[in-house]
């Protein structure tokens, strides 16, 4: 092996180490930027190969900084707590906000069920007396387990869909009953998880009129702008972006640290030092074979890689591994967009959730997390490679 590929795969080796294992008061993305910074200075991977890493991440992590924000003001406005006060909730509740979150990943997207409906479901769980880290971890989960059965669901399909010309049809035939199954599995562990948390101390915020009328106008052009505006090539980030410069002429407030540059940067560096690396990690070899046995193992990988150097750059690095072999295209992407249910950074959902949580105060580790991924998540995504699988056979 050359002196080149030890010092790449050492860098991300120790990338990926410090994601997990560091100080305490070191923050998750010093390892990575500190590795991605030492390639390039080292000559182990030059400036224009890194800028062409970075490219592909460039609209969602900008999206990423804008939509935090945007979840914020809109909060600070007063509206969430104003439509929080509005829900009625009943024996069935948690399920209907289950359903919801569901419906709003697989029919809008991740994203816009991770920004709109964390903070309402936080105010919700402080209204009713629910637990808000639990209510608040639904549309986390259902951003893994609900955002692969159409294109529309998720950058990752977006990708794979212009990458091999594929439609609806295609996403709802072959990741669609993995989707639903691992949505009702999931619901039926959360469910337990659930009913061991105490009771907890409602709030009877009052509906505020202004934060309705103000606020209202500006979640439809949201929800718009994130679905209708792909179909006109308009990105979610300068959906968001304009959403922003809205809601400061409202708040008349612009913080900074509202904005989520350290999980940016985590994103982006694991995504350069993956590149660098990906030529010595043997992935061609992980791709070979047919049959059951071949598609779970690239499954395997691509959860693997999605928990390490986060789903992007894992579908990136792994997508000329499948080549014309669109069969072992369905696991692949079943793995980097159900994996990341077990590790907060595996997505860059999952760190916008964490980014937005976090502003409206619930606090949620990592291994807090992973805790609830494990418990729900686990199941669902067990029993859904298991449908991918037996969708695979039954159609190749």
Request: aromatic share 6%.
């Amino acid at each position: 092996m050359s002196t080149v590929a030890v010092v790449r795969l050492s860098l991300l080796t120790a990338a990926v180490v410090g994601v997990f294992i560091r100080p305490v008061r070191v923050p998750k993305w010093a390892a990575p930027v500190t590795a991605a910074v030492l390639l390039l200075l080292v000559g182990a991977m030059s400036t224009d190969a890194a800028l062409e890493a970075i490219r592909p991440p460039v609209a969602p992590l900008a999206f990423l900084l804008l939509a935090v924000p945007l979840a914020v003001m809109l909060d600070r406005l007063g509206f969430f707590a104003s439509v929080a006060a509005l829900v009625e909730t009943g024996p069935n509740a948690r399920l209907g906000l289950w359903a919801l979150a569901a419906a709003v990943t697989t029919f809008l997207n991740l994203d816009a069920s991770v920004v709109l409906l964390t903070p309402l479901y936080i105010h919700t769980a402080r209204r009713h007396g629910f637990d808000p880290t639990m209510l608040a971890a639904q549309p986390a989960l259902l951003a893994c387990l609900a955002s692969s059965a159409l294109p529309i669901s998720n950058l990752t399909n977006l990708i794979a869909a212009d990458a091999y010309g594929l439609g609806v049809a295609d996403f709802a035939l072959r990741l669609g009953p993995a989707s639903l199954v691992a949505v009702v599995v999931g619901w039926l562990f959360y469910r337990r998880a659930g009913t061991a948390a105490a009771p907890h101390s409602t709030i009877t915020d009052p509906v505020d009129g202004r934060a309705l009328r103000l606020g209202a106008p500006i979640v439809i052009f949201v929800v718009l702008g994130f679905t209708v505006g792909d179909l006109v090539h308009i990105p979610a980030w300068a959906v968001a972006g304009a959403a922003d410069i809205a809601l400061v002429a409202l708040t008349r407030t612009v913080r900074v640290r509202d904005v989520p540059f350290g999980a940016a940067a985590l994103a982006l560096s694991l995504g350069i030092v993956a590149t660098a690396a990906s030529p010595h990690l043997g992935l061609g070899s992980l791709f070979r074979g047919s049959g059951a046995l071949a598609q779970v193992q690239v499954a395997a990988v691509a959860i693997l890689g999605a928990n390490t150097i986060n789903n992007l750059p894992a579908l990136l690095i792994s997508l000329p591994e499948v080549g014309g072999h669109t069969e072992k295209l369905w696991p692949l992407l079943f793995g980097v967009n159900f994996g990341p249910v077990l590790v907060l950074h595996g997505s860059l959902a999952g760190l916008l959730w964490r980014d937005t949580a976090a502003r409206l105060g619930v606090e949620v580790s990592a291994w807090q997390y992973s805790k609830l991924g494990l418990r729900i998540g686990l199941p669902a995504l067990l029993t859904g490679l298991a449908v991918v699988v037996g969708t695979g056979i039954f159609l190749d």
